[in-house]
């Protein structure tokens, strides 16, 4: 759902107070108009969701499938028309070499990247850039290498290049939107990427080793433990 308001401010605002509160006196249905082509058409939820009224009950269960329309079954039919095509040119088998950063950088290499640019075009939600986790973090990266600063990049982002006129024009989902570090997530827990809208969650690790190990094992183990939205 926190997702949604980088996608649609309003409509996340719609969706958290149909969450906070009894939503029956909107009298929403399991039926919503979705714009296709530039028209708009009545989608059901779940079979029959015109029918079926949005209670106090059943609301979560409505904002889910919402949210899955938009992020996910708005868009399957235009990703299934790509994987076809991108089939006739290289076989997916492989493809299936690589995984989703090591295909990216062996596609696109590994550039220079300036980190006095990152950093200057960085913005911060729960931390604020004298804080000591945000010093050992960008810290970090200045050890590191092009290679890891591109997974980096990749991990929090979706790719591992930078715009050609640096990091103030970085692009989300849906339009600019630049590097973003936000306080969020347990000292237990690794990082996460929300590379829609180039946001990375960094819990406040209690000292550099930590945020070290942390960081790494989040960057380099993306694929498996699944640390990106």
Not at 7 to 29: F, G, Q, R
Not at 101 to 130: F, Q, R
Not at 143 to 157: I, N, P, V
Request: glycine content about 8%.
């Amino acid at each position: 759902l926190a997702d949604m308001e980088y996608v649609d401010a309003e409509y996340h605002k719609s969706l958290v107070w149909i969450k906070d509160n009894d939503p029956e006196c909107l009298e929403l249905t399991f039926q919503v108009d979705n714009k296709v082509l530039g028209k708009y058409v009545s989608i059901e939820l779940i079979p029959g969701g015109k029918d079926i009224k949005v209670t106090e009950e059943n609301k979560l269960d409505y904002i889910e499938r919402i949210i899955n329309l938009r992020f996910v079954l708005g868009v399957e039919d235009q990703m299934s028309s790509f994987l076809k095509g991108f089939e006739d040119v290289v076989p997916i088998s492989y493809i299936k070499l690589f995984d989703e950063v090591d295909l990216e950088l062996l596609i696109s290499g590994v550039g220079s990247i300036d980190l006095k640019d990152w950093k200057d075009n960085t913005e911060y939600s729960g931390y604020t850039p004298t804080d000591n986790i945000i010093i050992w973090f960008w810290r970090l990266v200045l050890s590191w290498g092009d290679e890891m600063r591109s997974r980096l990049l990749q991990f929090a982002t979706g790719t591992s290049r930078v715009p050609f006129n640096g990091f103030a024009e970085l692009h989300g989902s849906v339009g600019p939107r630049k590097f973003m570090i936000a306080k969020s997530g347990d000292t237990d827990s690794l990082p996460r990427a929300h590379t829609c809208f180039n946001k990375l969650d960094l819990p406040e690790y209690s000292d550099f080793a930590q945020l070290e190990w942390a960081l790494t094992t989040a960057v380099l183990g993306s694929v498996g433990y699944g640390g990106v939205d």
